[in-house]
């Protein structure tokens, strides 16, 4: 009978505890994501030692603001703010809603204005991503749908100092090798990190356009996976 009483003590305060709290809903990525980004998980391994150990670097700015209980700002800097910046953006996007890390922002600027390139943008939908273009003329803007819960990405050109990003505690991702030497210093930052891609745009209009355009998109996205894979969400 005393077993009994304490079960059922037991039980009922589970049952009051459990309808007290509100659930946590967590978001997620839809299908089509999902599966591109359980693809590129096993590819981890081949990424190269000298190249883990600056990706290495994003994860401890990421990580040392996750246990200071601060926000997590990463602007993504090329030269146009065109094609690989929006890939990093977007990516940072994705891998922080895949991983659970919360209070996670992303940004994207150039040293110039130019445009969301249809190319990566094209790359982009075929990854996963839901895009919308919300507004024409030779610098569109479009909305990227990363979960459904989430406001989307307002991804257009803009340098990387524009109002629309953050101007202080961000680490800057130089993921060009142009932009990486116009921009030795990133007014503003916190950390600062090279990781540069080669870009796509040499192919446009070649056979090799849309293969090519995939194969940065789908190397930024391991990468960057890479870095979020290795957080540690705070408990």
């Not at 009051?16 to 809903?25: A, E, F, R």
């Not at 996670?104 to 445009?115: I, L, R, Y």
């Not at 990781?195 to 356009?209: H, I, L, R």
Request: hydrophobic share 40%; with cysteine; net charge positive.
């Amino acid at each position: 009978m005393k077993f009994f009483t304490i079960t059922t003590f037991l039980l009922l305060m589970a049952t009051t505890i459990s309808l007290g709290d509100d659930p946590v809903k967590k978001s997620v990525l839809n299908d089509a994501l999902v599966t591109y980004v359980n693809a590129l998980k096993p590819d981890f391994f081949k990424i190269p030692a000298d190249r883990k150990a600056q990706l290495d670097r994003i994860t401890t700015f990421i990580q040392q603001q996750v246990n200071a209980g601060e926000p997590i700002q990463l602007t993504y800097i090329c030269t146009h703010n065109s094609r690989r910046s929006h890939f990093g953006q977007i990516w940072a996007a994705a891998a922080a809603v895949y991983y659970g890390i919360p209070n996670v922002k992303t940004f994207s600027g150039g040293t110039e204005v130019s445009a969301f390139n249809e190319r990566a943008v094209a790359a982009c939908s075929r990854a996963g991503f839901i895009i919308k273009k919300v507004s024409e003329g030779a610098n569109p803007v479009y909305d990227v749908i990363v979960a459904s819960d989430k406001e989307p990405i307002r991804a257009f050109s803009k340098k990387y100092d524009d109002t629309a990003n953050p101007q202080r505690d961000f680490c800057a991702v130089m993921t060009c090798s142009q932009a990486d030497a116009a921009c030795p210093m990133v007014r503003g930052a916190a950390a600062r990190v090279a990781t540069p891609y080669d870009d796509p745009k040499a192919f446009d209009g070649k056979a090799e356009e849309t293969a090519k355009y995939d194969e940065r998109c789908k190397q930024i996205a391991t990468e960057t996976l890479y870095v979020f894979s290795n957080v540690k969400a705070k408990r």
